[in-house]
């Protein structure tokens, strides 16, 4: 069966599987994961080279220890840039239109019929994929198609730290009528370069870009201090008993 022929295949449960593959492996996750791979050769939407690689994915993910599978998930996933999950970082970073775009995909879901849970981000790629699962199947391939472009840029970022989940990615693209393969992908930032960035973009423009001498110096220059003596009053004469 051919991946980019013009007739999507249902794929409800593999986009399933694929965000749970996608998500924090705790115990219970870890616990299902021969169910996951009994679901995704069951539905047969990808090839079997791919369901070799995932097989291969849950293998690792079953065998290794809990604390060292969790803790590469969390270096993996949530401390460099080119593989976080969060779609709008690649696309917005942690500039101000990310949030409008955040309201807009939530309200793609509940569209739908679907909420998100508490502490859940709708641009998080497993939550996206679930959205994605709940749609007949032209229009999850149609969905997927729109963000092939960042799911190629994790892929890739998972190719160059050489991490055994860039198959899922490539499942996804595969989904999407894509071909899987790597694209230029920025250097990772250092944490100061992060942080500049990020305060370069909040910063607040400067207030009539400073005053003059007579009010509040540039940042950085001294602050000039003019001490203003109140004028002396002097009481008026009243003579006792007169009238006022």
Known sequence: MSFFNTTPVSATMTLRVLAH???????ELRSHLPELQSALHDEGALSPARLAELDALITRLARRRPLD???DHVELFDRGRGTALHLFEHVHGDSRDRGPAMVDLCQTYEAAGLFLAPGELP??????????????????????GEI??????IFSALLRREAAHACVLAALLDLAGEKAQAVAVPPEPTLD???????????EPMAF???STQGQARPGQPQPIQIVRPPVRT????TPGASA
């Open 21 to 27: 593959l996608l998500s924090y492996p705790d115990a």
């Open 69 to 71: 599978v969790e803790a």
């Open 123 to 144: 641009d998080h790629l497993p939550v996206v994929l679930q959205y994605a699962s709940t749609q007949p199947p032209t229009q999850a391939k149609a969905f997927l």
């Open 148 to 153: 092939a472009h960042i799911l190629q840029v």
């Open 193 to 203: 370069e992060s942080w500049a960035e990020l305060d370069a973009e909040w910063a």
């Open 209 to 211: 870009d400073g005053c």
């Open 235 to 238: 009481a008026s004469h009243v």
